[in-house]
């Protein structure tokens, strides 16, 4: 997240170098080429090669919201694997899904966690910084 922050903050649309990204926030370069890959592979990034290549969003920050980052990069956004949007998994032990207590809580948790997670863009994060530092 804080690779995609910190191509959000870019004033011009010029391509960030990885190394660049890595120097400033601190983040491993093996690891940070690997993540650009994922984020890349996803079309949230888009690289350009050569001299004055490196990283630039294919949406504005507005766009890019922390759900689809967190479920590029640990999957699922739920208590159980029987509320997951995108990797639903029935539960063993469960006899009746549409009856299950359980079941209905966590999927009130997950509703709430992903609209939240949903108004939580690369735009926001920006603003929410800017209003710290004040």
């Known amino acids: 997240m804080n690779a995609l922050v910190f191509i959000a903050k870019q004033k011009d649309d010029k ?9 400033e926030q601190n983040i491993p370069l093996k690891f940070l080429e690997a993540i650009l890959v994922e984020l890349k592979n996803a079309r949230i990034v888009n690289s350009k090669k050569g001299k004055y290549g490196g990283y630039v969003l294919n949406y504005p920050p507005t766009q890019i919201h922390m759900a689809k980052i967190l479920r590029l990069f640990d999957g699922a956004i739920a208590l159980l694997p029987c509320v997951t949007y995108q990797f639903y998994e029935r539960c063993e032990e469960c006899k009746d899904e549409a009856t299950c207590g359980i079941r209905q809580i966590a999927m009130e948790i997950r509703n709430e966690t992903v609209e939240r997670l949903k108004k939580a863009t690369l735009a926001n994060i920006i603003e929410r910084e800017n209003k710290l530092k004040i």
Request: net charge neutral.
């Open 15 to 23: 391509p960030v170098p990885a190394s660049k990204i890595s120097e």
